[in-house]
């Protein structure tokens, strides 16, 4: 059971009945200035723990909105990579072709929907961390719901400083009855260092709080290995090797295994297993389709069958996979293939590959559309052996950087790696990396460019690449009118 799922309603109006989402300007005009009805605002909300708890789940509702998971992440994170194109049929979704191709503008609605979302979830952990503190309620809870809103403010500016560089940094919302200075309600860019830097303070306080597992009916929340396989990750963009080591090595003596069966990990049945840091909880709600809304799997879905058919595997990507590699099939779903659960794939279907890790067997409900029961995957513990063995191969530790890789290849039936030249295993890691995460975690693209090879690989795929422009995306330009030009652009947009 999926314990932490909350009414996608009560999200929205949450949402809306706080203050300005974080690093938007305090504008008449705004579309976030609104009045609710019928829903606790400020003091009259943060009130009781009941209010703290629900505060908190909502931080996790926000992750299924459309804009958190579905187009905005999928165009960002994987369109733009080697590892997928826009798919569908020509005409539907055309704004898309713009992240296929590398052309986007900073007028592209996708990429301010995304950055909008980004906020919304920084916006929900500030309102926690202002407001929870003042509650009277058991400590004990209380420290931990304040460290999972730390672990999701740095989820947040993780992924917005990927994308887009330097952000505004904003960590608290106004306190009730306090004038706040218009530097603060309008903040300017912080340094790519600094966001990582609040990153890196928010992992760390959340990972000495977070506990190691939860009870049955808690399944699904923040973690201390979460917590730590983050920062890991966080550190592993900047390079810093030995703080990536220690950390994977952490969460490595945590009791994290290897599910047996790649394929197994999918599955609906795979969710929260013995590989699984942190999950996206997805569930059809019977009678509240409205709570049921994640449309990450429907997205991607074969057309005409399943879903919308977005995000198609590349060639290229079928190509990576070594002969005898396990985890080729189940990562791309062919047209024309019968599924292990017995769907034939129609041999019609507009494109000739779907993400097989995004399908879901026609025999789960569809009350609600398809696809709402399949968990997100963002942390699994085959990412936690591959940081370790690229960090152990940096320090000059093969042999060490060997075990944890060959951990990964094993699994999916293939045999040990033995070189010992450090920058043939960097590629070979490089290369471990896509494959074992292929379409799943949304890191292609950010992972090609902190290697510095974007350029050389996306070009030779025909996207237009323009080296020191397309390592990051264009700031937003409405994001920038609204702050009345305080926001700076970044460079060739």
Known sequence: MKKILTNTKRNALLLFSILALAGIASCSEDFLNVDPEDVAVGEDFYVTEDQAILAVNSMYGNLREFNTIAFGWLALTTITSDNASK???????????????????????????????QYQGINLANQVLTNVPLIDMDE????????????????????????????????????????????????????????????????????QVLPVSYSATDLGRITKGAALTMLAKVQLYQENWQEVLDLTAQVMGIGYSLTPNYHDIFTIAGENNSESIFEIQAQTIPGDCEASNSQWAEVQGVRGQFGWGFVEPTEDLVNAFEEGDERLDATILFRGEVTPEGDKIIETASNPRYNQKAYVPSSVTNECGYGKDQNIRILRYAEVLLMHAEAANELGMTQEALDALNLVRNRADLPDVETTDQAELRDIIWHERRVELALENGDRFFDLVRQGRAGEVLRAQGKNFVDGKNEVFPIPLQQITLSGGTLTQNPGY
């Open 140 to 207: 004990t809870l209380q420290n931990r719901l304040l460290a999972e809103a730390k672990f999701f403010r740095a989820f947040h500016y993780f992924n917005l400083v990927r994308a887009f560089g330097g952000v505004p940094l904003r960590t608290q919302v106004p306190v009730p009855g306090e004038q706040e200075s218009p530097e603060n309600l309008n903040p300017p860019r912080a340094s790519k260092e600094e966001v990582y830097e609040q990153i890196v303070a928010d992992l760390t306080d959340a990972a």
């Open 87 to 117: 798919g569908s049929v020509p005409g539907d979704a055309g704004f898309l072709d713009n992240f296929d191709n590398l052309t986007f503008t900073a007028t592209e609605g996708t990429i301010n929907a995304y950055w909008i979302a």
